[in-house]
T-cell receptor
Framework: AQKITQTQPGMFVQEKEAVTLDCTYD???????LFWYKQPSSGEMIFLIYQGSYDEQNATEGRYSLNFQKARKSANLVISASQLGDSAMYFC??????????????FGDGTTLTVKP | GAGVSQSPRYKVAKRGQDVALRCDPISGHVSLFWYQQALGQGPEFLTYFQNEAQLDKSGLPSDRFFAERPEGSVSTLKIQRTQQEDSAVYLCASRSRGLSYNEQFFGPGTRLTVL
């Protein structure tokens, strides 16, 4: 069974600074995908970044980067130059499989990020 | 709009009532997912469709939960004889055909409150 662990229920960061949100995962699959989502208070889940288990380079999307350490089974999200609008709940998730039939995602319990002005 | 839509956005039901939650995925998206999100927790998988075929329903918590997608587009999640523990946000997501890294696009959710 797959499991995602996010050990930081809440994090604070000063505006314009960088912050790392931790995520560790457990799976017996060789092929999987790792995702980070942002959920603001409005409730909608917003996709941020993806990392495939076979990708050798760490994924980056603008101010977001994923620090993927496969041997340690960790997939931490780094947000650079934090903005007030980054205040939200952040979820790490894993999807089994690596083909078009890949199905369900398993989510962690989230980290609430608060950006201070 | 081009996104995933869900209706109703809010639903209050008395314990024992049946409810039906609707999801309109992005046009042309093959895969459709339902998740249940309890307050303060991450979404939990309920069921998954590829076109009209329900490929995985392992997350449905009981036989009171039923989902369908008869024409491979709109999906309905039905909960019979609702219980207080069914109170949650129900999220629908869709994904296009392609490699598994295609992101899931989520709808705004339906917040169900069972009194």
């Amino acid at each position: 069974a797959q499991k995602i662990t996010q050990t930081q229920p809440g994090m604070f960061v000063q505006e314009k600074e960088a912050v790392t949100l931790d995520c560790t995962y457990d799976t017996s699959d060789q092929s999987y995908g790792l995702f980070w989502y942002k959920q603001p208070s409005s409730g909608e889940m917003i996709f941020l970044i993806y990392q495939g288990s076979y990708d050798e380079q760490n994924a980056t999307e603008g101010r977001y980067s994923l620090n993927f350490q496969k041997a340690r089974k960790s997939a931490n999200l780094v947000i650079s130059a934090s903005q007030l609008g980054d205040s939200a709940m952040y979820f790490c998730a894993m999807r089994e499989g690596y083909n078009t039939n890949a199905g369900k995602s398993t989510f962690g319990d989230g980290t609430t990020l608060t950006v201070k002005p | 709009g081009a996104g995933v839509s869900q209706s109703p956005r809010y639903k209050v039901a008395k314990r024992g009532q049946d409810v039906a939650l609707r999801c309109d995925p992005i046009s042309g998206h093959v895969s459709l997912f339902w998740y249940q999100q309890a307050l303060g927790q991450g979404p939990e998988f309920l069921t998954y469709f590829q076109n009209e075929a329900q490929l995985d329903k392992s997350g449905l918590p009981s036989d009171r939960f039923f989902a369908e997608r008869p024409e491979g587009s709109v999906s309905t999640l039905k909960i019979q004889r609702t219980q207080q523990e069914d109170s949650a946000v129900y999220l629908c997501a869709s994904r296009s055909r392609g490699l598994s890294y295609n992101e899931q696009f989520f709808g705004p959710g339906t917040r169900l409150t069972v009194l």
